[in-house]
């Protein structure tokens, strides 16, 4: 069975702080999917990466960057110089390629001014 | 974008509810998702090619249709206290699969009372 954990389940940073929200997953499949989902008050979900089983280097996106690590089953997400507009629920998610799509319980990152 | 309609439900219990969604033009897929309050995503179904594709722990009583013309359907009969929730539609290119980034939509609040 696939689950994705996120231990934090609230989060609050001053801004400007770096912030890394943590995500553990598991799975049986060799090849799977992980991604990043951003739902703001609006409520509309936001991707914002994936990345595959097969590939664990690091990537950054402005403030944005992110580690995996298949030796500890972890994909965490790190926002450096957090700002107000950051302030959201983060979902980190599992697919593989089946039809299977599994969504951690979240993290509500609070930024305050 | 990804729409649906309408955005907020009341029904009351053992009612039928139609949920409606409006795919990102050329996506093939859609999946539709159960988010209780202060929770992930509970993937329900996938349509693509009007067939659905893959389904999660939900009863038979949800249902999908998906459309030619980039709309789909959440039919959910017999309602229950507990399928108060918010309810994601998603497009994507992904085919059988469910790696690909997924398109959300605003969502629909449904209360059964």
Not at chain 1, 63 to 80: A, E, G, H, L
């Amino acid at each position: 069975a696939q689950k994705v954990t996120q231990a934090q389940t609230e989060i609050s940073v001053v801004e400007k702080e770096d912030v890394t929200l943590d995500c553990v997953y598991e799975t049986r499949d060799t090849t799977y999917y992980l991604f990043w989902y951003k739902q703001p008050p609006s409520g509309e979900l936001v991707f914002l990466i994936r990345r595959n089983s097969f590939d664990e280097q690091n990537e950054i996106s402005g403030r944005y960057s992110w580690n995996f690590q298949k030796s500890t089953s972890s994909f965490n997400f790190t926002i450096t110089a957090s700002q107000v507009v950051d302030s959201a629920v983060y979902f980190c998610a599992l697919s593989n390629y089946g039809q299977n799509f599994v969504f951690g319980p979240g993290t509500r990152l609070s930024v305050l001014p | 974008g990804v729409t649906q309609s309408p955005t907020h439900l009341i029904k009351t219990r053992g009612q039928q509810v139609t949920l409606r969604c409006s795919s990102q033009s050329g996506h093939n897929t859609v999946s539709w998702y159960q988010q209780a309050l202060g929770q992930g995503p509970q993937f329900i179904f996938q349509y693509y090619r009007e067939e659905e594709n893959g389904r999660g722990n939900f009863p038979p009583r949800f249902s999908g249709l998906q459309f030619p013309n980039d709309s789909s359907e959440l039919n959910v009969n017999a309602l229950e206290l507990d399928d108060s929730a918010l309810y994601l539609c998603a497009s994507s290119l992904a085919g059988r699969a469910t790696n690909h980034e997924q398109f959300f939509g605003p969502g629909t609040r449904l209360t059964v009372l």
